[in-house]
C-alpha cells in the first residue's frame, strides 16, 4: 500500500470511530495541558491590580510603550504569544503534536515562575513575554491535535468539552487573586503567589507525555507507518471494547497528497480565501475576549469600585467561563459553526454595550456574565472551526498564521483599551469592542466556510 493510501486509510478508520471512553480519554487529557495554559493566560487580568499596588505599574500612562504600564504588560504578553503562533507554529507539523504539547507546557510554565521573582516592571515584562512564547505555540498545538483524533460527528462537543475544562481555570484563577492580591502571604506580594501557583503545570507535562498518543493523522503522512499502525490498532481495540463488540467498517478511503509543506500554499487556491477570511476574523474577534477579559478588574475600577471589591466582582463574572462552552455543547454539533459565530457576536455586542452603562452592581455583573458566556461560545466554535480548513500536512502551520492576528490584535488592543479608558471610560472602550465585533460578524457571515460534520480531508480537498 502507498503512503498516500495509507494515510487517507487512517483518516477514514479514525472517522468512522464511536465517541467512546477511548476518545473521551485523549479530549480530557488535552484540556488538561489547556487548563495551565488558560490560568496563565488569564493570570495577565487578575494579578494587574496587584502591579499597580506593588507601585511596579501604573494602570495608565500617557505613552503606549511605557514599560511600566499596564497597558505595555498586556502588550507583552500579547506580543509573545504572536511570536509562538506566527515564528514557530511550523514545528508541530514538522515534529509532531505530542512533543510540542509538552515542551511548549513546560516552557511558559518555567518563564512564569521566573517571572514571579522579578523586581522591576522591565523585568516582568520580559519574562512575560518568554512565558507568552508557549503559551501562544501550546494553544495553535491543541487546536491541531484535538481535530485529528475526534470523528467529525463529534469535534464540536470535543471543543466544547477542551474549552470547558481549561476554562475551569479562569475562575480559579480569578479566585486566586482575590484571596491573595490584597494580601502579602509571608511578606511576598500576593501577585506572585498567584503567578508561582500558574508554575506548576511543568510538573504535569512529563505523565501528559506519557499518557497521549501521538496523532496518527501525522505519523502516516510522514512516513512512521508502524508507528501509526500501532496507534490505530490500540485505539481501535479501546473503541471496541467499550462499545462490546465490532467496529463499523472503514469506507470512503482516499488517498490523502503527501506533500513538503510550504508557507505559501496557505494563500494558493482553495486556502488562500480561508486564510484571508480567518486572519481578519482574528483580528477582531479577540479585541472582545480578551479586550474584556484582560481588563475585568480594571474596568470595574474605572466604574467606581474599590479594588478588593472588583477583584471579588471579577471572580463571580469568571465563574461563567466554563459554563459558556458546557451551554454550547448543546448545539455544537447540530447548528453550522459559522452561524454560531455569528450569533455569539451580537450577543457580546449587545451585552458590552449594557456592562459598560450599568450602574447598578447586580446589572454590572449580570451584564458582565452574560458577555463571558458569549464570548466563551466564540471561543470553542472558531478554535475548531479554523482547523478544519486545513489539511494535516499544513494544519498547525496555517492555524498558527492565522491565529498570530489575533495576537496582533490583543497586543495592539491592550494599549488601545489603555488609551479608550482614559479617554471614554468603560463606554469608550465597549465602543472600540462592539464595532470590532460586527466587522466579525459581517465576515464570517459572509464569507466563512461550511464545516459541520464533514471529515477533515472532505474539507481539505
Sequence with gaps: MTGSRYAGEVAARL??????????????????????????????????????????????????????GIGFFVFCFFAGMWVGCAAFGFIADRMGRRSIFTVSLVWYSIATLIMSFQKTAAGV????????????????????????????????????????FEFLAVPIVALMAWLLVP????????????????????????????????????????????????????????????????????????????????????????????????????????????GFGSWVPTLLISKGIHVTTSLMYAFIIALANPIGPLLGSLVADKMERKWQIVCAGLLSTLFVTLFALGVSPVWVIFFGVMLTLSNNWISFVFHGYQAEQYPTRIRARAVGFVYSWSRVSAAVAGLLIGFFLREGGAIGVAGFIGVAMLIMVGVIGIWGPRTLNRSLEQLSH
Design 15 to 68: 472517522d468512522r470511530l464511536p465517541f467512546t471512553p477511548t476518545i473521551w480519554r485523549f479530549v480530557f487529557l488535552i484540556s488538561l495541558g489547556g487548563l495551565f495554559e488558560i490560568y496563565d493566560l488569564f493570570m495577565t487580568a487578575y494579578i494587574t491590580p496587584g502591579l499597580v499596588k506593588s507601585h511596579l505599574f501604573q494602570a495608565t500612562t500617557t505613552n503606549f510603550f511605557a514599560v511600566d
Design 125 to 164: 515584562d520580559f519574562w512575560r513575554f518568554i512565558a507568552a512564547i508557549g503559551v501562544g505555540l501550546e494553544q495553535i498545538t491543541i487546536d491541531t491535535y484535538l481535530p485529528e483524533l475526534v470523528p467529525p460527528q463529534f469535534r464540536g462537543r470535543a471543543f466544547a468539552f477542551y474549552q470547558f
Design 183 to 290: 494580601q502579602a502571604p509571608f511578606g511576598w506580594e500576593g501577585w506572585r503567589w498567584v503567578a508561582l501557583l500558574g508554575s506548576v503545570g511543568a510538573a504535569a507535562a512529563w505523565w501528559l507525555r506519557l499518557s497521549l498518543p501521538e496523532s496518527p493523522r501525522w505519523l502516516a503522512l510522514h512516513g512512521h507507518v508502524e508507528q501509526a499502525e500501532a496507534i490505530m490498532v490500540q485505539i481501535e481495540t479501546g473503541c471496541a471494547k467499550d462499545i462490546g463488540g465490532p467496529l463499523a467498517p472503514v469506507l470512503d478511503v482516499k488517498d490523502e497528497v503527501i506533500t513538503k509543506s510550504t508557507f505559501g500554499e496557505l494563500f494558493k487556491a482553495p486556502y488562500g480565501k480561508r486564510t484571508l477570511v480567518l486572519s481578519i476574523f482574528n483580528l477582531c474577534q479577540t479585541i472582545a475576549f480578551y
